[in-house]
């Protein structure tokens, strides 16, 4: 009976006890909070310096890992970089590097408006803080500093790149001395070029203008430059034949450089009277409004001829398109390769990539451009044996050789952090 | 004569019917919507002009007609200007004002930042490139030209000569058997996927194939001639391959930019597609 009541007593306390209780029992009994996490080791040999080889606004920390770190107590969860202006703070944040790393890029802007803006030639301290899973539990190293970034005149990482231009520039000189010294320098026909003063003949004989088009490109582009020796060719025929010339324009400055080479060309065939700043004009810098209105003139003027040399995008095959439906006999160039196939299917002749290049040297067989191209040939012929090295080597897992060719981008190596 | 005109005039006058028609049911769609009058008719209008400007610039296709070249000559009329406007207000207001003078900046109500004189120099070979329109000093736009051309050319240089040559070189250096460890390896474990080793290796064939013969395309310093005129057959072949994927893939982005016309007309004007 005593029993009975000692075991009714005892279930009536389990009923009243709070919850709480209950919990803080739960907390109590847990094994695990019976342990607590020991701090870590901090990293070692902490160095920071200047990130070479780049425009500035950069630091490179360095450090040895803790020996916790996948090793001893194994408790590393992270790294932290902290960076101050003084030794005694204060200490913001820079970035978190998983466990194993042992470097980190402090990149900053180079823009003063801009939040992340990091000076040069100011000094910073450098911490860094080793983690655990307990956020609570850390070791700090010691503050290291001063350190200061600054730009670099000279990137010794693009070496190879100055070997090559040095090379390409003493190969390009040669040659345009022996082309001005009267040198035939032989250039291999270009089934485009060759059409082209069949095209003008055919438009003067029909009694239609020429329609040429420099494409989208601005004047500093190397199709666009291009471009103009093969538009001061065509001009100085088209000036000698009296023939219309159109040359509607998507940027001013074509329009302009494209104005002064129109008449340099009529001014050359001796007929200055005939030309007209209106044959060169600027239409727009939309890109489709452009193409609308080029459409628009090449069924109203109906030219006998297209010319499209240059820069092109999406409008390639409305404009080509638009041209064989005129009736026209239209030759393409563009260096543009995702535009190509579509010149390739609408236009009759069409100059693929490099061949724009030569087109402008063929045609004006001008000692300048003559050694450039012969230059650029030997350069091919550079790049074949420079492969072919590579590929032996590659194949019998030399990497010396290929390492050379390595030239890494600075901003980008800035940007993802590692070595420079 | 007369009669082309009065058909003319008899299409223009079924146009502007059909169109102000298709602007009120659009009114009166938007109404149903809980739009605001003022704002219906504000937007039937643009819905139902865009409609006809679209499809003003599809007649073309049929042949050249007033009614494209409307819609050709308010569009270069309209890009001209509001790419002038752009320019302006994001390129000489935002970018350059701030920087050379804080009264200004002020009076254009953007935020001053501190002067660059460095900023001058483009000032003067923009004043330079402007005295183009004028015929008697014309000439000294030559040399802004010349500074424009020749710098971006120059720095071009070096760009272009890291990212396609030393770069395109580089990638170049690729072993053309894979992870080889022998005949018996090789036939062992051979399979077809894209990253087994035979694929790998006859991808690694195909560009060496392709370069070495692409590159001997564009040599001009020969007559493409025996074993030379070969390769570049080879060359050009591989080439018009590439051509012929890129075009397919091209047109079918093109079609989706069709479809996207066809949707605004069929969904925001007519509402046929819910």
């Known amino acids: 009976m005593k029993l009975k009541l000692l075991i009714f007593l005892c279930l009536l306390l389990f009923l009243i006890i709070p919850p709480s209780w209950g919990q803080e029992d739960a907390t109590m009994e847990n094994p695990a909070d019976t342990l607590s996490i020991p701090p870590p080791a901090p990293v070692t040999n902490l160095r920071a310096n200047d990130v070479d080889n780049d425009h500035g606004h950069a630091i490179e920390v360095r450090w040895t890992k803790s020996v916790d770190d996948g090793a001893g107590l194994n408790n590393v969860f992270g790294y932290v970089v902290y960076r101050a202006l003084s030794p005694e703070g204060p200490f913001e944040e820079r970035g978190r590097v998983p466990i194993g790393e042992e470097y980190y890029n402090d990149v900053g802007s180079k823009e003063k408006e801009s939040i992340a803006y990091m000076p040069d030639y100011t000094n910073y301290f450098y911490k860094i803080r080793t983690l655990t899973s307990d956020s609570t539990i850390f070791r700090d190293t010691g503050v290291l500093g001063p350190v200061y970034s600054y730009g670099q005149w000279f990137n010794k990482a693009r070496i190879p790149v100055l070997i090559f231009v040095a090379g390409f520039l003493i190969v390009t000189l040669f040659f345009i001395s022996k082309a001005k010294s009267g040198a035939d320098l032989f250039v291999r026909q270009l089934a485009g070029i060759e059409a082209v003063d069949e095209a003008i003949g055919r438009a003067t004989e029909m009694g239609k203008p020429i329609l040429y088009v420099l494409g989208l490109g601005t004047a500093s582009e190397i199709a666009t430059i291009a471009s103009f020796t093969i538009l001061g060719r065509v001009a100085k025929k088209v000036a000698e034949y009296q023939t219309g010339l159109i040359v509607p324009c998507y940027d001013p400055i074509v329009m302009t450089v494209a104005q002064e080479t129109v008449k340099a060309s009529y001014m050359d065939a001796g007929r200055p009277d005939s030309y007209n700043d209106d044959m060169v004009y600027f239409v727009t810098q939309s890109q489709f409004a452009y193409v609308a209105a080029v459409n628009g003139t090449m069924l109203r003027e109906l030219p006998a001829t297209n010319i499209y040399m240059g820069k092109f995008f999406a409008e390639s095959l409305i404009l080509a398109e638009t041209g064989a439906l005129a009736g026209s006999i239209q030759i393409a160039g563009t260096d543009e390769i995702a535009q190509i196939p579509f010149f390739v299917v609408a236009c009759d002749y069409t100059l693929i990539g490099e061949e724009l290049y030569a087109a402008s040297a063929y045609l004006g067989r001008e000692p300048i451009l003559l050694g450039s191209l012969k230059a650029q040939d030997y350069a091919k012929a550079a790049v074949i044996f420079i492969a072919i090295i590579g590929f032996i080597t590659v194949n019998f897992g030399w990497t010396g050789f290929t390492q050379l060719f390595e030239v890494p981008n600075s901003f980008f190596s800035q940007l993802f952090g590692g070595p420079s | ?274």
Request: proline letters at 3%; aromatic letters at 20%.
């Open chain 2, 1 to 274: 004569m007369a009669n082309s005109r009065r058909i003319s005039q008899i299409i223009l006058a079924a146009v502007i019917i059909l169109f102000a028609v298709s602007w009120i049911i659009k009114y009166f769609a938007l109404q149903n919507e809980g739009v605001d009058t003022w704002f219906s008719i504000r937007d039937a209008f643009f819905i139902t002009f865009a409609a006809f400007l679209t499809l003003a610039i599809m007649s073309f296709l049929y042949k050249d007609n007033p009614y494209y070249k409307f819609a050709e000559h308010l569009f270069v009329g309209v890009s001209a200007a509001y790419w002038m406007c752009v320019g302006f207000w994001s390129t000489f207001v935002g970018n350059f004002i701030p920087k050379v003078s804080h009264t200004l900046a002020r009076f254009f109500e953007v935020p001053p930042k501190d002067i660059e004189i460095t900023y001058f120099i483009p000032l003067i070979l923009g004043i330079m490139l402007l005295l183009r329109l004028s015929s008697k000093i014309g000439w000294v736009s030559r040399w802004s030209l010349a500074f424009i051309v020749g710098t971006t050319a120059g720095l071009n240089l070096i760009r272009y000569l890291r990212t396609d040559f030393i770069s395109q070189v580089s990638n170049t250096f690729i072993p053309l058997l894979v992870d080889w460890g022998g005949v018996g390896p090789f036939f062992s474990s051979f399979s077809l996927s894209a990253s087994g080793q035979f694929v790998m290796s006859l991808a690694n064939w195909m560009i060496f194939i392709g370069v070495f013969s692409g590159l001997i395309y564009f040599f001009f310093s020969k007559e493409h001639k025996g074993f030379f005129g070969g390769a570049s057959k080879v060359g050009i072949w591989v080439l018009m391959i590439t051509f012929g994927a890129s075009f397919g893939y091209t047109v079918m982005g093109r079609v989706s930019l069709l479809v996207g016309r066809l949707t605004f007309l069929f969904q925001d004007w007519l509402g046929l597609i819910s």
